[in-house]
């Protein structure tokens, strides 16, 4: 069944694992986001490199293509002012080859010679490279630097150009040129990696001329980033910026997705001090991949190990708390002793069940075992433990599954049992299964169980009270009552609220001297006078009700109150001894009974000691009344404590013999003076003669041992004149006297 409490339990641990998966997944959903958001800000941060890279390299091409632009100008000087001739110019183009070494230097003049490397060049003359240099735009300085005119992409393929005037007074006499290779430009230290594309405002992608001498057509840089693109309607309005950015001379870098899903960056800035030439660099996505992937991987593995970890966490809370449950619910529903439920589980299933079952009549059942202290005590209390455990698997063998039976505290059961025509049985089976299984645990002792049952009424909720009500129930029965079950009623009911009332007034009732000594005088039958008295209290109440001890003797056995009393009762009869006697009077010896509880109590001896003393009573004037059955648990302890007393003078009475499990044995161990034969033996019984016989021998035996004998209860002639042929003296009963308050006993027999 599920308890309430289960589930209770089960929500908080479904709330822990659901709290943990949403913290779990919101973790992974951030750590995803960190990954993507890394990446974004790496990718910035490489666009801004690649935006400052691009312009730097343009500083440095600018900066190369300059310095080609300062030897024309520096070799134009040598030459300016001075008729050109032959070995001016080949001079000039020494010098301009001393400064750099790989471009080709030239000139050419006004007629139409061209000299290039120190040689003419071409067949006769040809103006149209002096008109093309002529037609370029030089700057204050008079140097040209940029995109080569075709002319010059013809003579050696190059594709850029540095040249600049060389004058004769006011005129230009020629002009002196570098062709500068844009492959060889490229191929410098400071410019390598990357693809790097120079493109002329037009956007148009200036490249050398190949082999032959023919400048290939010109291809333009849209076209190139189209055919690389992924085609999309964006990245075409992107490229179209970039031309147009370039071509209003802006700088700038782009991203683009390339055919392949990469992407790809194309920054552009205009090459420094260098007309209309731009520098264009094509970062490929596999690169920034490249250099992106350490970091992706770090923040990856990072992640998978932060979400590892708090998976970790949950699954450690969940198996933490789960475990805690499990034992806070063993703590909470098992009994240590028997492994089976204890009384929180029962009140959660008898609730529940009675609640789906309305119809059903149920009842509450409060049961212990009988004498399980002498099982304790014989089998010790490993084999008790077991027959505990016994009893709670035992119940689940023998009853439904709506009924259960839970150990509440030492011999102490709980159940609930559906009150239905078979139940009966089901107990009776039950009964025969303990004590089966009992055998087979080595416990050979017959298991009683004393039973308390509440019948549980429609609509009836409170499970304590019903507990209660079967409990007091079966605190009506006795250990030695021959009933072991008892259901509970008004009348029961009405005996507990006695109990209370009782309970409640009892101190204040001895303080006020309520309790009173009554006396029953014990004759000598040989020569037919009294020869003591036995002391009983009656509880004489204000209004003057008098109470017999049988209605709150055993309460008071029970709630520890004998004690008090029975002390109560050896000193007020000490008292009225001493009273007498120092009156002047005949005084006998007066018996006082003794409750078994009494006895137990370590003080006992000292207590009865210090009565004697302070009354200053001679032992031989009281009589101890003992029943045999204190006999039941502790013997030892028990005999030593006789044999102290008997020590102390005062005379030691078995009471009731006869009535319980007599063993004519104990007459040898204990030291009783008087035995004293308990009225059972008068009662009418089916065969009267096999009775008298035994009593004769018994008294025989007594005798013969040298114990006194008195016989109570004696009420008839027929009685005493049984007594009297099988040799017993002395008795006690009806026939010679009642029991009645101490100072009519006294006045009566003036004693
Ligand atoms: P008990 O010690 O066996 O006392 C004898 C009981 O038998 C007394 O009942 C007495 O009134 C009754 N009785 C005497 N003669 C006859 C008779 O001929 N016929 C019948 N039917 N009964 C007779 P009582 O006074 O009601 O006392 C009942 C029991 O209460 C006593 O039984 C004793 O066990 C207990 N008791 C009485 N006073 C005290 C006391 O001061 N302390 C303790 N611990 N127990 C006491
Ligand atoms: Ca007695
Ligand atoms: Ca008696």
Redesign the pocket.
């Known amino acids: 069944m599920n308890i309430a409490g289960n589930n209770k339990n089960t929500k908080i641990l479904m709330s822990v694992l659901v709290g943990g998966f949403i913290i779990l997944s919101a973790c992974v959903v951030i750590c995803i986001s960190m990954i993507f958001s890394v990446r974004r800000s790496y990718r910035n941060e490489l666009t801004e490199e690649h935006r400052s890279e691009n312009e730097t390299k343009s500083v440095i091409l600018g900066h190369l293509i300059m310095e080609e632009g300062r030897t024309v100008l520096n070799a134009s000087n040598l030459l300016a002012q001075h008729p050109v001739n032959e070995e001016k110019i080949l001079d000039a183009e020494n010098y301009g080859r001393s400064q750099n070494e790989y471009s080709l230097i030239g000139y050419t003049d006004t007629v139409g010679r061209v000299y290039l490397d120190g040689a003419p060049y071409g067949e006769g003359e040809d103006r149209s490279l002096f008109e093309a240099l002529d037609g370029l735009k030089y700057g204050r300085d008079m140097i040209y630097a940029g995109a080569a005119p075709e002319m010059i992409r013809q003579i050696n393929g190059s594709s850029l150009l540095a040249a600049s005037p060389v004058f004769f007074g006011s005129s230009i006499q020629g002009y002196i040129f570098v062709m500068i290779k844009c492959s060889d430009l490229m191929s410098v230290d400071s410019l390598a990696g990357n693809e790097r594309l120079l493109v002329n405002r037009r956007g148009e992608i200036i490249s050398d001329a190949v082999e032959d001498g023919k400048a290939p057509a010109p291809l333009k840089l849209a076209e190139l980033l189209e055919e690389r693109s992924d085609k999309s309607a964006d990245i075409r309005s992107n490229i179209s910026n970039i031309t147009s950015a370039i071509g209003t001379g802006k700088k700038g870098i782009k991203k683009m997705r390339c055919a392949d899903g990469r992407m790809m960056e194309v920054a552009y800035t205009a090459v420094d001090d260098v007309d209309d030439i731009f520098l264009v660099t094509i970062y490929n996505g596999d690169d920034m991949e490249k250099r992106m992937r350490p970091l992706l991987f770090r923040s990856t593995v990072a992640c998978i190990l932060v979400s590892m970890l708090m998976l970790a966490a949950v699954v450690y809370v969940w198996v933490t708390s789960s475990r805690a449950n499990l034992n806070a619910e063993k703590l909470a529903y098992k009994d240590p002793v028997t492994g089976g439920y204890n009384q929180h589980y029962f009140r959660e299933f008898a609730r529940q069940i009675m609640d789906q079952n309305k119809e059903i009549p149920f009842m509450i059942c409060r049961y212990d075992i009988v004498n399980f202290r002498f099982i304790n005590e014989s089998y010790g209390r490993e084999k008790a433990d077991a027959l505990l455990s016994v009893c709670v698997e035992d119940f689940k063998k023998c009853f439904e599954a709506r009924e259960l039976a839970v150990h509440i505290n030492a011999d102490q059961f709980l159940a609930i049992l559906v009150n239905d025509p078979g139940m009966d049985k089901r107990i009776e089976n039950y009964r025969a299964a303990v004590n089966a299984d009992a055998r087979g645990i080595g416990v050979r002792y017959p298991i009683r169980f004393k039973a308390g049952y509440y019948q549980v009424r429609k609509q009836e909720k409170n499970i304590d009270v019903m507990i209660d009500n079967a409990n007091a129930a079966r605190r009506m029965l006795k250990g030695d009552d021959k009933r072991n079950r008892l259901v509970y009623s008004e009348s029961i009911a009405e005996d507990i609220k006695k109990v209370g009332q009782i309970e409640s007034q009892m101190q204040k009732s001895l303080a006020k001297g309520e309790f009173k000594v009554?006396i029953?005088g014990k004759w000598d039958i040989v020569n037919d006078c009294i020869c003591g008295g036995?002391?009983?209290?009656r509880w004489v109440k204000e209004d003057g009700t008098i109470v017999?001890?049988?209605e709150f003797?055993p309460l008071f056995e029970k709630n520890g109150f004998?004690g008090s009393?029975?002390f109560y009762?050896l000193e007020e009869v000490c008292k009225r001894l001493m009273d007498l006697k120092n009156a002047g009077k005949k005084v006998y010896p007066i018996s006082?009974?003794?409750?078994r509880v009494l006895l137990h109590n370590p003080e006992y001896l000292d207590n009865v000691v210090d009565i004697l003393k302070k009354y200053k009573v001679p032992g031989e004037l009281i009589e101890l009344?003992i029943t045999e059955s204190v006999f039941e648990e502790d013997r030892e302890n028990m005999m030593a404590v006789l044999n102290k007393l008997k020590k102390c003078g005062v005379r030691l009475d078995m009471?009731?013999f006869g009535s319980g499990y007599s063993s004519l044995n104990m007459l040898i161990d204990v030291p009783f003076d008087v035995i004293k034969i308990d009225?059972l033996f008068f009662e009418d019984k089916t065969d009267n003669e096999k009775s008298k016989i035994i009593l004769e021998k018994t008294v025989d035996i007594i005798k013969a041992i040298g114990m006194d004998i008195i016989c109570?209860?004696?009420?008839t002639a027929e009685q005493v004149e049984f007594l009297r042929s099988i040799g017993v003296r002395y008795v006690?009963?009806?026939?010679y006297a009642k029991?009645v308050p101490g100072e009519e006993f006294s006045a009566k027999y003036n004693i």
């Open positions: 009554y029953q036995e002391a009983l209290v017999r001890p049988d003797i004998i009393l029975d009762m006082v009974n003794q409750s009344e009471d009731d009225r109570e209860g004696v009420e006690q009963g009806y026939y029991p």
